[in-house]
Structures are given as structure tokens and as C-alpha cells.
């Protein structure tokens, strides 16, 4: 790219400002990181880094004064400032050394030269700043080739990767983040030295390295970056759960499947299908009942029963530790854990209505997801069988849509509420009104009788009846239309 190009690439109206500023002020100020970065590789990018040499509080709110903005977030401690303009959110940096000491975590960090920042920084490729300046707008600063590696897409710290990454072990996250992201190589020695530290990741807050691992996941070709992990050791650190589905184990003639590869495949194959974050994580956890479950028997080779399970019941742990969200997403990614065989066992000819009733009750609003997980599930190398697969998932899909348009079970709303149940029989809240309440909605899944009121409260008369309960009247029949769905 030639400066003229770059000059018109650094066209964001936030530098025209700052450049008037630096150049009225005295200051030096320079485009730094991720944002140059993609400008090179033309990718769009939401966050401008904005190193100067002096304070980057002071500019970032001199800036921000200049465009009234009141939003402007100050870290004191990190010496760095930050605020939304337009469509970007815009950082300011003072440029620093930075001096991580062995005994501490927290670096020294006193004001530096632009090289000094640009040092600290964790891949060459990260580390080339634009000049802001009027005299030398669009300039590049790139003391560690940067350029270079970006054409040979290629990983590399700026200093001895040892030294990098015994600082700050996040980076080694990072660099795993971009060589997925951006389909770039590792460099030897920075790959070697990931190898080295690995074990140093477990100093890192599970929150930063779950930000880095949410990017792996959402990346073109997550596998890239989970393959990484795995190799590098990093992934057993956190998350050994999938890092002990590596291997294959062979015992008299029986051999299984590398369940890790299969897996880092699964979700290559959802993130063709759906941009979903947690469908994603749902596809790299939805085996880990795997490794607790395996068995060999002589008749069998290897088993794996109850994975589903088992693996469900291991979502809660795995979520609390790493500190994701325990709400529904944890609920979502178990559920689909918990599921992700039950279509395949729907897969028969004669598979019965009833039986697609049940999943479509057991996975609600969710089903859509579940089927896709399924089908992405299906990595056999054999293309007949995939293909088999595929067609019985599509009858399947089919069945279902058919009995949902009939039966409404996604989002099952009893027909009959306990309210009803009480009035009718003149019982309290109890026992009964329970029992009641499940022979209905095991009627309705077995396909005893449809999903609507009145064959609902007729069901619920006789079950009454069976457990000894008379109705006292019949008012509630026409007055309770109101719950009918139909
Ligand atoms: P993204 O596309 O995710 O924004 P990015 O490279 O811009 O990627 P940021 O987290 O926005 O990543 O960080 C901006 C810049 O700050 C990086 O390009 C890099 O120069 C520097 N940086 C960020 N985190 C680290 C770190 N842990 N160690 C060293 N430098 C870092
Ligand atoms: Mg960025």
C-alpha cells in the first residue's frame, strides 16, 4: 500500500480532529495497533488506538471537550482514556516502557518513547503506528517488520517471545485468537515459546482469556485455533475437559475416533451454519461426557454410554469456573449437551409420533439449534453415510414440522391450569392437582389425546375419577374458555 492509499485509509473523521489537536498543542500523536493492522489487511475494525507522546488523558479529554462529548471513560491506573465517537470507540494512550519485574504480575511502567511502546506490544503486526501529525500524516513506524510478517502472515512477538510471553501469558491466547482469525502461521519460536509458558496462562483471569476464546470460537475456522490450544498445551490449563477428548486408543482390533478432532470439526461445522456464540459452545462441550464414559468390552469395542448425561451434568461446573454467564446460556449449552443424540435416535423409519412429541417438549424454542448441531455432528469420513444421515435428519425435520403445526409442543402451555383442576373437584392445592396436572401433558405427548381444552378436561375428569375425586359441577366447561388455545 502506498502512502497516498494509507493516507486515505486513515480517513476515520476522529483524525482529522486529533491531527488538528497535536499539531496545535505540539504533540505527537500516531494510529496504533489492531486499527493499522487492518488497514493493511483491509478489514473493517470498530476500535482506533491512539497513541501520544505525553499524556493520553489529557488529549482524550481535550478531544472529547472539542466534540462535546461527555462520555469519557478515564483509567487512571492504566494511564489510558476512552470515548465513543460515531461508530467507533476511540483509546488513548500515553506511549510507555513498560518493566515487568519477576516478582510481580503488575509492570513498572513510566512514560517512554514511541519505540518503547511499540515494544510492549504483543505480535509485530500489532505493534506498527500511522504518524497523526500534519508534516508526516499516514507515515508508517514499523521498527520490527511488521509489514513483512503481515504479507507472510506470520505470528511473531516484537521481542524474544520468551520474555513476551512470561509478561503478559494472555498473549499466548492472543496469538492462538489470531491465527485463527486471520488464517496466519505461528512463527517457530514464538510457537516453541507458547509451548514453554503454557502452564504460566493459569496466572491469567479466566474472564480475559474467555474474551480471547469467545473470538476463537466466533472465527471463520474456530478448529484453527482449537487445534492450537490443544497442541500447545494451553487448552488443558483451562479447560481440560476437552483437552482429555484427545487421543485414540486402540485394544484388540478395536479402535475409536479422536473425539477432540471430531469435536473442533462439530463446531466448524455449526459456525458454517449460524453465527450463534453459544451454539458453538455447545458443539465444543457437547462430548465431553465422552472421556468419564468410556468403557471396552470384547463384544462391543468402545462405548461411551450415557455421554449425553453425563457431559450435561458437567456444563454448570465447567461455566462457574471460567466465569460465563450462569444464566440461560448455561441452561441453553446443557440442554443441547444433554439432547444432542435424541434426533439421531429419530432417525428410523418407524420412529413414532410420540417419541418427536418429546424431543419438541424437551427442547422447546431450542430445536431449530439442536438439529443443527446434530446434522454438524455428523463428521464421517464415509460420504454415503453422510448423505444417509442428512436425508433421515430432513424427514425428521419434516415430521416435526407436521406434528408441531397439529400438536403446538414447542412451547407447551398447559391446556388445563391447576385452578381449574381445583374448582372442578373442589380440592386445595395438593398432590393430586399434580398428579392430575402430568397425566394431562403425558396424554397430550403420547398422543392420547390432542392438545386442547376440552379433550383435556375430559382426560382430567376421568383421572379425577381414578383417584377417587368427584367433580362437584360442570361450570368451569364453558366458563374457562378462555384457556382453550384453539
Ligand atoms: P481486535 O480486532 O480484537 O480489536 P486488536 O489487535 O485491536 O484486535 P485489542 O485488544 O483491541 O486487539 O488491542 C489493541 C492493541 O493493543 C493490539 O493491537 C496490541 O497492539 C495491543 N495489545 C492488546 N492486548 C495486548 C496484550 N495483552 N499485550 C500486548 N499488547 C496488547
Ligand atoms: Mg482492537
Not at 384 to 390: A, E, F, G, Q
Not at 427 to 454: C, H, R, T, W
Amino acid at each position: 500500500m502506498s502512502y497516498l492509499d494509507m493516507k486515505k485509509s486513515l480517513n476515520h473523521p476522529i483524525f482529522q480532529v486529533v491531527s488538528d489537536m497535536v499539531e496545535a498543542d505540539d504533540l505527537t500523536a500516531f494510529a496504533i495497533g489492531g486499527y493499522v493492522r487492518d488497514i493493511f489487511l483491509g478489514r473493517p475494525s470498530k476500535d482506533i488506538d491512539i497513541v501520544v507522546l505525553g499524556s493520553g488523558i489529557e488529549l482524550a479529554k481535550r478531544v472529547a471537550h472539542k466534540l462535546n462529548i461527555k462520555d469519557i471513560a478515564v483509567y487512571k491506573n492504566f494511564g489510558t482514556a476512552m470515548l465513543h465517537y460515531k461508530d467507533v470507540e476511540v483509546e488513548f494512550v500515553g506511549a510507555r516502557r513498560e518493566s515487568y519485574r519477576s516478582d510481580s504480575r503488575k509492570p513498572v511502567v513510566e512514560n517512554g518513547t514511541l519505540e518503547d511502546d511499540q515494544k510492549r506490544r504483543d505480535f509485530t503486526i500489532n505493534a506498527m503506528a500511522l504518524c497523526l501529525n500534519k508534516k508526516h500524516y499516514g507515515e508508517l513506524t514499523d521498527p520490527f517488520n511488521g509489514l513483512k510478517d503481515l504479507k507472510n502472515r506470520t505470528l511473531r512477538t516484537p521481542l524474544d517471545p520468551q520474555q513476551t510471553f512470561s509478561d503478559d501469558p494472555l498473549r499466548m491466547i492472543r496469538a492462538v485468537r489470531f491465527a485463527s482469525q486471520l488464517n496466519f502461521r505461528i512463527g517457530d519460536k514464538t510457537y516453541q515459546a507458547i509451548v514453554a509458558n503454557a502452564k504460566r496462562i493459569q496466572i491469567v483471569s479466566n474472564e480475559r482469556i474467555m474474551d480471547e476464546v469467545h473470538k476463537i470460537l466466533l472465527s471463520p475456522k474456530p478448529s484453527v485455533g482449537l487445534i492450537h490450544m490443544e497442541k500447545t498445551g494451553l487448552l488443558k490449563e483451562f479447560l481440560p475437559e476437552v483437552a482429555s477428548l484427545k487421543g485414540v486408543e486402540v485394544r484388540e482390533d478395536f479402535k475409536h475416533k479422536d473425539n477432540f478432532l471430531h469435536t473442533a470439526k462439530v463446531v466448524d461445522n455449526v459456525g458454517k451454519m449460524s453465527d450463534k456464540l453459544w451454539l458453538r459452545w455447545a458443539a465444543l462441550l457437547h462430548d465431553i461426557g465422552k472421556p468419564p464414559t468410556k468403557r471396552f468390552s470384547k463384544e462391543q469395542g468402545w462405548t461411551f454410554h450415557g455421554h449425553d448425561y453425563v457431559g450435561q451434568k458437567m456444563v454448570p461446573e465447567i461455566f462457574r469456573r471460567l466465569r460465563l454467564p450462569m444464566n440461560e446460556k448455561m441452561k441453553y449449552v446443557r440442554k443441547l449437551v444433554a439432547l444432542h443424540l435424541r434426533p439421531i435416535a429419530l432417525v428410523d423409519e418407524e420412529v413414532t409420533d410420540s417419541a418427536i412429541r418429546r424431543l419438541l417438549f424437551d427442547a422447546g424454542s431450542d430445536v431449530e439449534d439442536l438439529m443443527l448441531l446434530c446434522e454438524a455432528d455428523i463428521t464421517s469420513k464415509n460420504d454415503k453415510k453422510v448423505r444417509r444421515y442428512i436425508n433421515n435428519f430432513r424427514r425428521v425435520r419434516k415430521k416435526m414440522k407436521e406434528i408441531e403445526e397439529k400438536d403446538r409442543i414447542r412451547n407447551f402451555q398447559p391446556p388445563i391450569k391447576g385452578e381449574t383442576i381445583m374448582n372442578t373437584f373442589n380440592i386445595q392445592p395438593g398432590k393430586n392437582v399434580g398428579i392430575i396436572k402430568n397425566a394431562i401433558k403425558e396424554a397430550i405427548l403420547d398422543g392420547k389425546i390432542s392438545n386442547n381444552y376440552n379433550e383435556a378436561y375430559g382426560f382430567m375428569l376421568e383421572k379425577g375419577k381414578e383417584l377417587g375425586l368427584t367433580p362437584v359441577n360442570n361450570r368451569d366447561r364453558q366458563a374457562d374458555t378462555s384457556e382453550s388455545q384453539e
